[in-house]
């Protein structure tokens, strides 16, 4: 079973989202316990977006330390610019990743 991860920037935007979308965050993060590789790949196949309405879910899977970090949230109109920041701080997420092991 992954262990899943977040973000402070997922923290802050799940904290704002409805509870309805908590909730169906909550599910989805069960579903990434165990099958990781859930969702849309972006370019990569450890980057990957999950939709959940109107919202895209942004994580990084690190098969090789069985982890999930999820990075942030966006709506449609932000999600270009959210995939290119992402994609620019890929070192500074694995990083994160191995302070945290």
């Known amino acids: 079973m992954a262990r899943v991860l ?5 923290d802050t935007w799940e904290r ?27 370019g990569y196949p450890f980057f990957r977006e999950k939709k959940m309405g109107k919202y895209r879910l942004y994580f990084l899977v690190y098969e090789d330390v069985d982890t999930v970090l999820l ?20 070192d500074y997420y694995k990083e994160l990743i ?4």
Do not use: C, W
């Not at 709506?75 to 890929?90: P, W």
């Open 71 to 90: 990075v942030t949230i966006s709506d449609k109109k932000a999600q270009q610019d959210t995939i290119d920041n992402i994609k620019s701080q890929l």
């Open 16 to 42: 704002l989202l409805t509870k309805d979308y908590q909730e169906q965050i909550k599910g989805f993060i069960k579903e990434l316990k165990l099958n990781p590789n859930t969702g849309k790949p972006l």
């Open 98 to 101: 191995r302070k945290n092991l």
């Open 6 to 10: 977040s973000t402070k920037e997922f």
